[in-house]
């Protein structure tokens, strides 16, 4: 059996950074680093207990997830989620889910409305707990499962790509709902949609995506707003 030496101190050095960027991650996520919070190295890496180089590691993955990204003179920083951002994440959104919708009404597999509507019972008991991580978690899980019933392993990869992408984005939408008033959450009604015509699965999909993008949009006005209110007046 052949053996290579030092190769089970990569995978130990590689764990280390896996837990560093996962604690960061869910700050991230969870909204306790805002979107342009500067992250300084040796505070983080000294707060997580580990070595600048495995927090370098973590900022790597971390940057291909679209979370962090590295500026000029500022080192790393929380990832802006911008105007064009938006409109090209909810763009490709709804590329992939109208295909999905259209292969689930013709299908009308049981199996996935079922996974579906358990998924719509999750989001809905964690908005009313106020419960984010189970409401992201429950929102990601019910679209992949609507792009399953295409049955593309490609298109399922380029969802899950896209979704990983776009965490930060959902996690201000779901921010949105306490910061625009939004008292009620749409999943139920796409899923009546879904249960329809092809047509009118479509709707419910066009009009779905589109309310979460314009509800992310105003929320960025709200973040620009409030950013400019409390800069120093000179």
Not at 3 to 22: D, F, K, M, P, V
Not at 34 to 57: F, W
Request: negative net charge; aromatic residues 2%.
């Amino acid at each position: 059996m052949m053996t290579i030496e030092g190769l089970g101190a990569n995978i130990q050095r590689r764990s280390t950074a896996e837990q560093a960027a996962e604690a960061v991650r869910q700050a991230i996520l969870s909204l306790r680093l805002p979107p342009g919070t500067p992250l300084r190295e040796a505070a983080l890496a000294a707060e997580l207990g580990v070595s600048r180089s495995t927090l370098r590691e973590a900022a790597r993955t971390l940057e291909s997830e679209g979370l962090v990204r590295y500026r000029m003179n500022r080192g790393i920083v929380v990832a802006d989620v911008t105007g064009p951002d938006v409109a090209d994440i909810y763009a490709a959104r709804t590329s992939v889910e109208l295909t999905a919708a259209d292969a689930l009404t013709e299908h009308r597999d049981p199996e996935i409305y079922r996974q579906l509507a358990d998924l719509v019972d999750r989001i809905e008991q964690a908005f009313d707990q106020d419960d984010t991580a189970t409401a992201l978690d429950s929102d990601r899980l019910f679209h992949a499962t609507l792009v399953s019933a295409t049955g593309s392993p490609r298109l399922c990869r380029f969802h899950a790509q896209l979704q990983q992408e776009q965490r930060l984005a959902l996690a201000l939408a779901e921010r949105s709902r306490r910061e625009l008033g939004r008292a009620t959450d749409d999943h139920r009604q796409l899923l009546d949609a879904l249960h329809g015509t092809r047509s009118e699965a479509r709707a419910g999909i066009t009009a779905h995506l589109q309310a979460g993008a314009a509800e992310l949009g105003r929320l960025l006005d709200l973040l620009a707003h409030h950013d400019e209110s409390e800069k120093p007046r000179g």
